[in-house]
């Protein structure tokens, strides 16, 4: 093999090392993203949850206010 033929083999090789590393980069980027936007959605859902948590703790003392001033008049 040949001086030429051998930085030919080492560049066709370094090109398709670099178009597999850049479509590994792009695959990165989409799962980032993807990651990115489930935790966005979980952090929402976890608002939504800690709103209505907080909902149901206030019906519960307002029960629970019923049922003493209930008592009181039995």
């Keep these: 093999m040949t001086q030429e033929e051998d930085t030919a083999l080492i560049a066709a090789q370094l090109a398709d090392l670099t178009g597999t590393v850049e479509a590994m980069a792009k695959e990165l980027k989409a799962l980032r993203d993807r990651a990115s936007q ?37």
């Design 38 to 74: 489930q935790q966005e959605r979980a952090d929402s859902q976890q608002e939504r949850i800690d709103i209505a948590a907080q909902e149901l703790a206030e019906v519960s003392d307002r029960l629970q206010a019923a049922a003493n001033a209930l008592r009181q008049t039995v």
